[in-house]
């Protein structure tokens, strides 16, 4: 009763009962044959929940789990585990805490179609203790390019990966850090790009938050490959948690050596510091960044000439965003042809996702590229809420835009998106219903970017402004015909001689709208209506069937224009009523509908 | 540190720590506590947890905050790992149901299912 | 560096060094592509996208202030989509502009206009009244210096220059977006920012929006007082500038004209700030052989600049014991007329208006300084700026270019060739040691000293006058003086006099100088040209020396005493204090 070892192989109901059957025979046969009965012990159990990889093994002690076993595997398993202490690394699963017996179905299918990659650590581990992180093979990737590697085949394996830049323009990371790597200079720099400010986007928060060594990492990695010996992560100050889990963070990889002088005894000298941006947008752009650092106030630069030749302080500086870095420990760990092969071929790897908007769930969610839109909105998203109907989607926050139902099925990757109009961006994901009014959301990005844009170039600050005057308008039902026209024209303008790509994409939303939409505009426009009743000026509010009749409406209404009895069907004065809204937020069972009703005299104009 | 050598050494020994399955008994419990989760109410879920460890008087137990789990609206989000190899994510976890997680859960080893997901959702 | 490289732009194949950018080559290729915010060295940052080109293969419009040729690249600057970008940019900007052209301090020289009028630009933004204008910054508190955000274009030109040309930084951005906006940082006035008033930023602007607090109405209002007596002085600097606001060559001497033309707008007395200047010497000169004799505080350092001694006050106020007590030319001058010479007209120095045309706007402030009067009355009422007089002059269809030119027919208009080189860096020093040599040395010595002439930011010489080597210095502009300072506190270099001027160039290069425009700055060497007027002027003059002038030499006689006299100092000379660069604090 006192075996060495004991075999756990899972029975539950989810993997095939006969297979797992089989397996344990294999094994009592084999280890009857081996003699080794006295050695090793099969025990059944119940469902481990490691569904994904059944047929699934577990060894104690050790815990090594093995998965995907065949029959024919048993041999093998005997043969190098039990006889000889040698893990079979072959069908290991390597995580030491998988996320095994999720009880719930639909979390499971939340996670199951994810891939982390960048998000790999969290949620899983203590982010404030460097050794889960080391626990996770952590820093292990350094010490790997550190030993193994020198700076040129660093810059190989990154290129090689395909590994694209996530911070929004998908510029291949590894060409960037050549680049970088190629301008000569005894100072050079690398710069995180923490200053994620896209409205509903915090993966890079997540990031921050729940992994920090990994950007470490990556960036000590980044270092040695383009020769480069200080670190910078830009970070907005908006982001209090992350800050002081990064100066954690920083402080033990110092204590253990894993930054500072000779890392790992190589040699190679890195640290990091951290600077606190003041939360502008546009010190997402690169130059911005770099002038921002420098203490000059947040305004792009012209390019060229690109960071990589002159950038922080006239330095050759390599940018990269906080989540372009959490994935590059995992390139080195499990190789780039291994990342290539996840994702697309132009597209490699994954994308962190913020969903938002009309959907079930609202989260943050990491999908191998290729996944299609649908897939992430209705399979992981858990689809629209209250059954209403899909309009769209944007993505790229307001440098992106709009995508319709006839493109849901688009596998998403860098250049389909862009194709359609949108952009990948850093990763903003909001889902519209029918609810939506259009033009009402190209206007609310337009306003995000009026107000963020740094005022340095003509198009963008006065060009943008004039865009949302119009849209304004045009929400008030005052727009014109010619407003149309003078959108598009001055969006392209805009498009293409702003100075930095927060101008160059801040017509986006409006310009997909535009192309996608027309007809919402157009109601506005010419019918003076908002079909989705949304513009509080070209709505019509009237009362439904609903109503109980608490009069809590009338009472709230500023104008009087609303009328009824005590418990009965009250009525909304068309002539009165100022479209305020204050009926709807009072009304206790929203009996208050918004539907346009299409009028008349409108209907001819 | 000065070698890989001690980096492995280290790992291996961090390993160990929180492995589950290798301390037998111990159940990890972990919060959600990035920004999303703080705002929803971890901070009080985590010192709530605190408590009642210490109320309990429950050894073996390792209390730890993680980043974003993902699943932002149902926040705060507590997952519970045990050395069985079950896992279990409660989800708007307050502070009253924590006191029902660690007694009927932790303590009675029975999960709450009415505060698993699906549950919250429906 | 500057091999050759070939392109072609608009279908002209030209081939330019390497280094040039891709307007620079247009313009060797004879295409003149529209541009407003390129201010060569000083702002190169390409804010207003108003100088976009099609490049061939790239994506969008690119600038070509900013984008450096290549071989074989393909350039069109007149294709229709440019010329909608351009025309669109500038309409855009014209939105948010406040047109008030008949009373703009840049009635000629807007080069925003210019641009307007080039591309017939549709103003829709903002005569539509439904676009929103955005909030305006007016502050004109100083006294010296307007800032009208209504005019601005946020072409960044000043902010550069400021921040390169006075090493102050004074002007930034504020606010961002639409709502951005040109001013001192932290709302402050102008007065309350630390700024030295040098107008480097007007003459960097293209517009309006940075101008000096234009005194014509006041002046004119003097002009048709039937009580008040109008008395203008002229600084050296002004007739060697004033011709380019009537078209003549840059570097032309218009002094004959310009008293014609004061003449002609109905003042009563002209008198030359020369007359002054050649006081200042022998003032100043005095000064300097007694604090070397008798261990006085050295080196000593000039202060006719007010832009030179703002900045000191504010910022190296540890030296103001090595500052000249003298006033600057103007004031003594100022001085003079309020007393000797209201006597001599025979008026009650209320009577009398004094006016001054000076190339500079430091110079405005520094006749509202509280000690520069008595009894209540101010030395100098009413100063102009070159641009303000010419403006003047245009208004009253004065035809300056007919006009025969006169002499001063005041009585302190005599002056020598040393009080007119005051107007150049170096100037003042070269004047100084032309006197102070001959008086150390009891005899007649060198007139030129050249070491000390040119457009270096910091000049050093050394003279052995009267068995003592004497060495001396010239600082020009802001960014030299901090450079200096700073050294001479670590340093182990000793100066006996030094020459500060707060305008690199000196006074020829004031910020109340006739603008010039980004273009022509590039290719005429603005300040030379200028100088060269000045020293033509000192070559022609019968006395080099202010000492040799009779005029002063007689008002010593008759009125002064001698130099450093008890009456001379209560009315030539000053105390200088420290200032806080932000008032309150």
Redesign the interface.
């Known amino acids: 009763m006192l075996e060495r070892i004991h075999v756990i192989i899972c029975g539950g109901e989810a993997c095939s009962k006969q297979e797992a059957k089989d397996i344990k025979r294999e094994f009592d046969r084999l280890l009857e044959q081996e003699g080794l009965t006295d050695e090793a012990k099969t025990v059944m159990t119940g469902c ?2 490691l569904c994904e990889y059944h047929p699934v093994v ?1 060894m ?4 090594v789990l093995y998965h995907n076993i065949t029959v024919e595997a048993v041999a093998t398993i005997i043969e190098e585990h039990i006889k000889h202490g040698r893990i079979v690394e072959q069908y290991r699963i390597p995580e ?2 998988d ?9 499971l299918k ?2 199951k179609m ?1 891939k982390r990659i960048a ?1 790999r ?9 460097i ?2 992180y ?2 996770r ?4 990737a350094l ?1 790997k390019v550190l ?1 193994e590697m020198d700076p040129k085949a660093v810059i190989d394996t990154m290129k090689r990966s395909g590994l694209r830049g996530r911070g929004g323009g998908g510029f291949p990371t590894g060409l960037k850090w050549e680049f970088a790597a190629k301008s000569v200079d005894d100072i050079k720099y690398v710069i995180c790009n923490a200053d994620e400010g896209d409205p509903g986007a ?1 993966m890079d ?3 921050l ?3 920090p060594h990994s950007v470490l990492e990556a960036m000590a990695i980044c270092g040695y490959a383009i020769g480069a010996h200080q670190g910078y992560i830009y970070v907005r100050a908006e ?1 209090p ?2 800050v002081e889990r990064l100066e954690i963070a920083i402080r033990q990889a110092r204590e ?3 930054l500072g002088r ?1 890392i ?2 190589s040699h190679f000298d890195f640290d990091i510091e951290l600077r606190l941006g003041a939360g ?1 947008f ?1 010190c997402g752009e690169e130059t911005a960044l770099i002038a921002s650092i420098e203490g000059e ?1 947040g ?1 792009p ?2 390019k ?1 000439p690109f960071p990589a030749v002159r950038g922080l302080w006239g330095r050759p500086t390599n940018v990269n965003n906080v989540e372009t870095f959490a994935n590059v420990p995992v390139i080195f760990m499990k190789g780039a042809d291994w990342f290539k092969n996840v994702g697309t071929a132009k597209s490699s790897g994954t994308k962190v996702f913020a969903l938002g908007g009309k959907i ?6 990491e999908i191998p590229m290729g996944t299609t839109l649908r897939e992430a909105i209705y399979d992981i998203g ?1 689809g629209i809420p209250n059954k209403r109907k899909f309009k769209a989607v944007q993505t790229g926050g307001p440098s992106g835009g709009c995508i319709t139902e006839k493109h849901l099925d688009t596998p998403i990757d860098f250049d389909n998106l862009v194709e359609l109009g949108s952009m990948m961006g850093s990763g903003g994901m909001i889902v519209m219903d029918e609810d939506n009014c259009m033009v009402d959301v190209a206007r609310f990005y337009l306003d995000f970017t ?10 963008c ?6 865009m949302l ?1 119009i849209l304004n ?1 045009i929400c008030e039902g ?1 727009g014109t015909e010619e407003d149309l026209d003078v959108l598009e ?2 969006g392209k ?1 805009i ?5 930095c790509g927060l101008g ?1 994409t801040a017509p986006n939303p409006v310009l997909s709208t535009l192309k996608h939409f027309r007809s919402e505009y157009e109601a506005h426009v010419y019918d003076k209506v908002c079909p989705a009743g949304v513009c509080a000026k070209l709505t019509t509010f009237t009362i439904t069937e609903d109503c109980i009749g608490c009069t809590k409406c009338a009472r709230n209404c500023p104008v009087g224009a609303i009328h009824g009895k005590v418990k009965e069907l009250h009525h909304i004065d068309p002539a009165l009523c100022i479209h305020c809204g204050a009926c709807k937020v009072a009304c206790p069972v929203n009996a208050i509908s918004t539907k346009p009703v299409m009028k008349e005299e409108h209907t001819h104009v | 540190m000065k070698s890989i050598e001690e980096l492995i050494k280290l790992r291996d020994s961090a390993r160990k720590n929180i492995n589950m399955r290798l301390n037998p008994g111990s159940i990890r419990i972990q919060i959600g506590m990035g920004t999303c989760g703080i705002a929803a109410g971890a901070k009080h879920v985590y010192q709530k947890f605190q408590e009642e460890i210490r109320e309990h008087n429950l050894k073996n137990i390792i209390l730890t905050p993680v980043g974003c789990m993902g699943e932002c609206a149902f926040e705060p989000l507590v997952e519970i790992l045990e050395s069985n190899g079950n896992h279990t994510i409660y989800c708007q976890v307050s502070e009253r149901v924590v006191e029902d997680i660690v007694e009927e859960h932790i303590i009675g080893g029975t999960p709450i299912e009415k505060f698993f997901l699906s549950a919250i959702k429906r | 560096m500057s091999n050759l490289v070939t392109l072609t732009i608009d279908g002209r194949s030209v081939s330019v060094p390497s280094d040039y950018t891709v307007l620079r080559a247009a313009e060797v290729a004879g295409i003149k592509v529209p541009r407003l915010c390129f201010l060569e060295g000083i702002h190169e940052a390409s804010n207003c996208r108003v100088c976009v080109v099609k490049i061939e293969g790239q994506k969008g419009l690119k600038t070509s202030c900013s984008t450096r040729v290549q071989d074989g690249m393909i350039i069109k600057t007149n294709t229709k989509e440019v010329y909608d970008t351009v025309s669109f940019n500038l309409e855009l900007l014209a939105g948010n502009h406040k047109f008030e052209c008949w009373k703009c301090s840049r009635e000629n020289s807007c080069e925003f206009l210019d641009l307007l009028r080039r591309y017939n630009v549709e103003n829709d933004f903002s005569n539509a009244k439904l676009f929103d204008q955005k909030d305006i910054l007016f502050n004109d508190t100083s006294g010296a210096m307007v800032i009208d955000s209504s005019k601005c274009v946020l072409c960044g030109r000043c902010v550069s220059a400021c921040e390169k040309l006075s090493g102050l930084g004074i002007l930034n951005f504020n606010k961002r977006g639409s709502k951005t906006f040109v001013g001192p940082a932290l709302f402050h006035n102008l007065e309350d920012s630390g700024c030295i008033y040098c107008g480097k930023c007007i003459q960097a602007c293209p517009t309006g929006a940075l101008r000096e607090d234009d005194q014509i109405k006041t002046f004119e209002r003097a002009l048709r007082d039937p009580k008040k007596v109008v008395v203008v002085q002229v600084a050296p600097a002004v007739r060697a500038a004033l011709g380019e606001e009537f078209g003549y060559k840059i570097g032309t001497n218009v002094e004959g004209q310009l008293f014609a033309s004061l003449k002609e707008l109905g003042v009563n007395e002209i008198i030359d700030t020369n007359f002054t200047a050649d006081l200042t010497i022998m003032e100043e000169g005095h000064e300097f052989i007694s604090r070397l004799n008798h261990q006085g505080v050295l080196p000593m350092f000039t202060s006719c600049s007010p832009g030179w001694i703002n900045y000191l006050e504010m910022y190296y106020p540890e030296y103001i014991p090595n500052l000249s007590s003298c006033k600057s030319p103007q004031q003594m001058a100022g001085a003079l007329i309020k007393t000797y010479y209201a006597e001599r007209l025979n008026k009650a120095a209320k009577d009398i208006v004094s006016v001054s045309i000076m190339p500079c706007v430091a110079k405005k402030a520094e006749a509202k300084r509280p000690e520069m009067g008595r009894n209540g009355l101010r030395d100098v009422d009413i100063v102009l700026t070159t641009r303000e007089l010419a403006r003047l002059i245009r208004h009253q269809g004065i035809p300056f270019r007919d006009l025969e030119p006169i002499k001063p027919f005041g009585d302190l208009a005599s002056y020598t060739g040393a009080a007119s080189i005051f107007g150049a860096s170096g100037g003042v020093m070269e004047a100084a040691l032309r006197t102070v040599s001959e008086l150390l040395e009891g005899h007649s010595t060198p007139i030129e000293f050249m070491e000390v002439r040119g457009l270096e930011e910091i000049k050093e010489a050394t003279y052995t006058i009267h068995g003592t080597e004497i060495r001396v210095a010239v600082v020009q502009g802001g960014m030299a003086i901090k450079k200096f300072l700073e050294h001479m506190k670590t340093g182990t270099k000793t100066y006996h006099f030094v020459e500060f001027m707060g305008c690199v160039g000196g006074c020829i290069n004031g910020g109340g100088q006739p603008i010039v425009t980004a273009e022509i700055q590039e290719k005429v060497d603005v300040r030379a040209k200028r100088a060269k007027v000045l020293y033509a002027i000192d070559e022609s003059t019968e006395f080099r020396k202010s000492h040799l002038n009779p005029a002063i030499q007689e008002i010593y006689e008759s009125f002064l005493d001698k130099p450093n006299s008890h009456l001379a100092h209560t009315l030539l000379h000053t105390k200088y204090t420290k200032r806080s660069p932000y008032s309150g604090s």
């Open positions: 481990m929940g577990v104690y002690p050790g815990e030491p805490f996320r095994g017996k999720i009880k719930n179905i639909s979390q939340f996670y994810q998000l650590n969290c949620g899983v581990i203590n982010p404030l203790d050794s889960e080391i626990a093979d952590g820093y292990f010490a030993r915090f928060r997540a990031v938050e729940g992994d982001y948690v992350a253990l050596q894993l000779n790992l005894g502008a546009v106030r305004m630069r012209n060229p079930m769930n609202t989260g943050l969610i858990g009026v107000e963020e844009s740094c005022g340095k170039c003509t198009p600050r006065e060009g943008t402004k004039r005057d308008r005052k024209r001055l303008m498009q293409e001689s702003s100075l160059q």
